[in-house]
């Protein structure tokens, strides 16, 4: 049950286009199309922004947008905006009613 | 509307124990997997337990395995965690959330508490 591993922190300017990754193995990412990524602001819940790899919940907008190649996730935000500044966790289903988080990235909005 | 309000935590010594429940409404609680997940002060997610609809099926991270049971009552509709044996690292905000699709495994969660604080110290 080792964390995903993703990138401490990225960084983009208001417009551009970022992209955090998630690598896993072929136990958990690799191995199943359950992939979801949540967003965090300080002091509140996760709210899940993608699942099932690339589907988005009603109500994300389509900047939010996920794939995956392997045992590597990936979450890509385009068209950043000031509210986008949060934390991003990727979480993958890892087999026997198991669930397994990454440990976390940063967005800074410049 | 779906709610979920974690109510339990609070403030025990090493060694004591704490039982947690999350009051749900607003969709068929029989029909979803629940989960817990929990957050350290400063630190990321980390998943603790997940339970089927039924109740029949369950599973917990290696750091809880032995300490905590996680169960759900769905004739009331509110989830549980029992957490015993409590250490300094449990400390946490604990969020219990909602599966994403109906009669499937803790694949997605869609829906979160606003998290209940538990804080192990002497």
């Known amino acids: 049950q080792s964390a995903l591993t993703q990138p401490r922190s990225v960084s983009g300017s208001p417009g551009q286009s970022v992209t955090i990754s998630c690598t896993g193995t072929s136990s958990d990412v690799g191995g199943y199309n359950y992939v979801s990524w949540f967003q965090q602001h300080p002091g509140k819940a996760p709210k899940l922004m993608i699942y099932d790899v690339s589907r988005r919940p009603s109500g994300v907008p389509d900047r939010f947008s996920g794939s995956k190649s392997g045992n590597t996730a990936s979450l890509t935000i385009s068209g950043l905006q000031a509210e986008d500044e949060a934390d991003y966790y990727c979480?993958?289903?890892?087999?026997?009613?198991?669930?397994?988080f990454g440990g976390g990235t940063k967005l800074t909005v410049l | 509307e779906v709610q979920l309000v974690e109510s339990g935590g609070g403030l025990v010594q090493p060694g004591g124990s704490l039982r947690l429940s999350c009051a749900t409404s607003g969709f068929t609680f029989s029909s979803f997997a629940m989960t817990w997940v929990r957050q350290a002060p400063g630190k990321g997610l980390e998943w603790v337990s997940g339970?089927?609809?039924?109740?029949?099926?369950?599973s917990y991270a290696d750091s809880v395995k032995g300490r905590f049971t996680i169960s759900r009552d769905n004739s009331k509709n509110t989830l549980f965690l029992q957490m015993n044996s409590l250490r300094a690292e449990d400390t946490a905000v604990y969020f219990c959330?909602?599966?994403?699709?109906?009669?499937?495994?803790?694949?997605?969660?869609?829906?979160w508490g606003q998290g209940t604080l538990v804080t192990v110290s002497s």
């Open positions: 979480c993958s289903y890892a087999g026997a009613y198991s669930v397994v």
């Open positions: 339970i089927s609809g039924s109740g029949n099926g369950m």
């Open positions: 959330a909602k599966g994403g699709r109906a009669a499937a495994g803790p694949i997605y969660f869609d829906y």
